[in-house]
């Protein structure tokens, strides 16, 4: 296959992956690294699988259905129901909004030196301005996510053979273990890599690509292509990083690397851009913050409209005034933010965990409805991965939820 044809083949991956590969996943996986080495390594795999279920269904489902899902939900179970998990939607983008208005500061800030409170009005007006103005905006969203996914995964994957990690280490980070105190680090990497209001709107992307019922062998591949590039960058990341934390303390025993700036994430990209490393890193940073809240606030602000029945193209008013409430909300609790923004981008992600559960109840119950997939209908060895990520996604709720209590 051409690489060109292969490009329009994993669009909507691409796509998927810029949402979920923002500043919140690599502020989070190289805090993981840092902190617990290679340990928490299968806790990715086990997000990674439980997410390609849930695009799956929502994949079959866009490709075998004229009308949306969440209208579907709606008529099957009720409007409340869909609006629920609009709304949900609607709160996870918005949690991740927060971050990558902290990412897009954080990293002008250290790359220009200007205060970090201008940068969320400057990059939250440009991305207004491009839901409101820009034609075709699938189109563009997907060339754009192409290139900054693409040099993303790129600048890990090459850096990794610079920093040289522990193989047997790394391979070991694939058996279950829970260091102590990482439970918060462990609920946001779930959260970055089991991502499901993207994974709910992987059904509006495939119909956008015009995808139907023949098209689904392709929809699997594209599902494997997204999943792989979820999952496959936060290892690259915790793999550079926890070589780089062994490699400070082989030379200093009591340097210990912590993360609490975007210069201090920078460091495991030394090695291979040296001086350069911090003005490369925050580019990169800033092209996975900006990319991924112009798109991230498209969804939360689409399916919220839809689940309510007010329509969901962006062609439409309501999804363009939800879309850009979301980006409003980000911005204004980004701007008068006062503390750790390290700590506050994992938090953020642990913290959309809390609208999960209705999104995860929706699309399994409409998976399993025969009435509606037909022969699409779950099969039960599909059923024992989606039971799994649901029972995944509420022990670590109830974990988030004991956290929130405890410090209140």
Known sequence: MKIRNLFKVIGPAFIMASVVLGPGSITTSTKIGFAYGYQLMWIIVLAAVAMGMYVFIAARFGVSHEKTILQAIADAYGRWFAGLIGISCFLMASSFQFGNNLGVATAMQTLTGIPEPVWPVVFTSSAIILVFFARNLYKIL????????????????????????????????????????????????????????????????????????????????????????????????????????????????????????????????????????????CIGLWAAAFSSLTVNAVIG???????????????????????????????????????????????????????????????????????????????????????????LILAMVWRMYHYVISNI
């Open 142 to 281: 997907e060339k754009l996510m192409m290139v900054m996914v693409m040099t993303m995964i790129a600048a890990f994957f090459i850096n990794l053979f610079f920093t040289k990690p522990d193989l047997v280490e790394t391979v070991k980070g694939f058996v279950p273990v829970i260091p102590k105190g990482s439970y918060n680090e462990m609920a946001a990497l779930v959260a970055t890599t089991f991502c499901l209001h993207v994974a709910l709107y992987q059904s509006y992307l495939v119909r956008d690509k015009g995808w139907k019922l023949e098209n689904l062998k392709g929809s699997i591949g594209d599902t494997i292509a997204g999943i792989v590039m979820l999952g496959g960058i936060s290892m690259l990341i915790i793999m550079t990083s926890a070589s780089t934390q062994a490699t400070a303390l082989r030379l200093d025993p009591t340097n210990i690397l912590t993360v609490n700036t975007a210069g201090d994430m920078a460091i495991q990209l030394q090695k291979l851009f040296g001086p350069f490393a911090k003005t490369i890193f």
């Open 301 to 391: 602000g689409g399916l919220m409209a839809d689940g309510l029945g007010l329509g969901r193209s962006m062609d439409d008013r309501w999804p363009k005034i939800f879309s850009i409430f979301g980006m409003l909300v980000g911005m204004i609790i980004a701007v008068f933010f006062k503390g750790n923004i390290v700590q506050a981008l994992v938090f953020a992600q642990a913290a959309s965990l809390f609208a999960v559960p209705a999104v995860a109840i929706g699309l399994f119950m409409i998976a399993n409805n025969r009435k509606v997939m037909g022969d699409l209908t779950n099969s039960w060895k599909q059923n024992i991965i989606a039971v799994f990520g649901l029972l």
